[in-house]
C-alpha cells in the first residue's frame, strides 16, 4: 500500500500548505481520503492522474476536506473525460451538500448533469463499507456539534490504515490505533486545547506512554501553531508530496 499525502494543512493553508487529501493505491485500486479545496492541484503537482481514483472517502463536510470535488467534477468533464462511476462515500447528508456545492460553484454546468456516473453511499458510523475491495470502517469523531465527522480505518491487500480526519483526542483513537499499519491523525494546534481538534502535547503524551498500537504514526493537518513549534515536535509529520509505503 502507498500513501500519497497530497494535503498536510489545516483550513487556513498554514505555511503554505494544502488542503486534506490522500492518495491511496494498493491491490489495484486508487482512491482518495478526502478532498480538500486544493486536492486537484495536489494530483497535478504530484503527477498522479485523476483517472487512477476509483472512489473517495469524505470524513466530513468541511471545505477543506470535501471543497476540491466540484474542480474534480469539471476535470472529468472537461480534460480527462471520466467514463467509469466515481463512488463517493461519506457522512450522512453528503449527496446534499455536495450537489449545492457544485451548483453554487458551477450553476450551469451542474444543471446539466454529470458527465458521468456518480454514486454517492452516505455511511452509518461502525458499519463496515466495501468499496472496491477495500473494507472501510467509519467511525464518529467529536469535531462538529451536530453534524457527523468520521474517521475511517480502511483495510486493503492485507494493510491496515486509520486516518482521524477532524477530531479532538480521545480515548477511541487509541484503541481504535491498535493492530493497525499507519495512523495519520490531525494535529493542528500546539497551546490551543480544544475538545474538536488535537493538540500536539495531548498526542505525544499518549505516544510517549507506548498507548499507540500503531506501527508508524503520522501528523497532518498541521496548524501554524505546530509549525511555529516544529522543532520541539518528536513525531513524525507529513508534508505536502510525502510518500508512505505501508
Ligand atoms: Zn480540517
Ligand atoms: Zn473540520
Known amino acids: ?5 497530497l494535503g498536510a494543512g489545516d483550513a487556513f493553508c498554514s505555511g503554505g500548505r494544502r488542503h486534506s487529501g490522500y492518495f491511496v493505491e494498493a491491490g489495484g485500486v486508487g482512491f482518495l481520503l478526502d478532498c480538500g479545496a486544493t486536492t486537484l492541484q495536489g494530483l497535478k503537482a504530484l503527477g498522479i492522474a485523476a483517472e487512477r481514483i476509483d472512489f473517495i472517502a469524505i470524513s466530513h463536510l468541511h471545505g477543506d476536506h470535501f471543497g476540491g470535488l466540484p474542480f474534480l467534477f469539471l476535470e472529468y468533464t472537461y480534460e480527462k473525460l471520466r467514463t ?3 463512488v463517493i462515500i461519506g457522512p450522512p447528508g453528503l449527496e446534499q451538500r455536495v450537489r449545492n456545492l457544485y451548483s453554487t460553484m458551477y450553476r450551469e454546468l ?3 448533469g454529470m458527465a458521468f456516473p456518480l454514486h454517492f453511499f452516505e455511511v452509518t458510523p461502525g458499519k463496515e463499507k466495501m468499496s472496491h475491495g477495500v473494507t472501510l ?3 464518529r469523531v ?4 451536530k453534524d457527523i465527522s468520521l474517521g475511517y480505518r480502511a483495510a486493503v491487500d492485507g494493510k491496515t ?6 477530531c479532538g483526542w480521545n480515548d477511541d483513537l487509541v484503541a481504535r490505533s491498535r493492530g493497525t499499519d499507519l495512523f ?3 494535529c493542528c494546534y500546539f497551546a490551543t486545547s480544544t475538545n474538536f481538534h488535537v493538540s500536539y502535547p495531548q498526542i505525544a503524551r499518549a505516544y510517549q506512554q507506548g498507548q ?3 506501527k508508524r504514526l503520522v501528523l497532518s493537518h498541521i496548524g501554524r501553531e505546530v509549525l511555529e513549534r516544529i522543532e520541539e515536535v518528536t513525531i513524525e509529520c507529513a508534508h505536502d508530496g510525502l510518500v508512505l509505503e505501508v
Open 1 to 5: 500500500m502507498r500513501v500519497i499525502v
Open 84 to 86: 467509469k462511476p466515481l
Open 110 to 112: 451542474a444543471a446539466r
Open 137 to 139: 470502517l467509519p467511525f
Open 142 to 145: 467529536p469535531h462538529q456539534e
Open 161 to 166: 490504515i486509520l486516518y482521524s480526519g477532524d
Open 184 to 186: 495519520i491523525c490531525e
Open 212 to 214: 499507540l498500537g500503531c
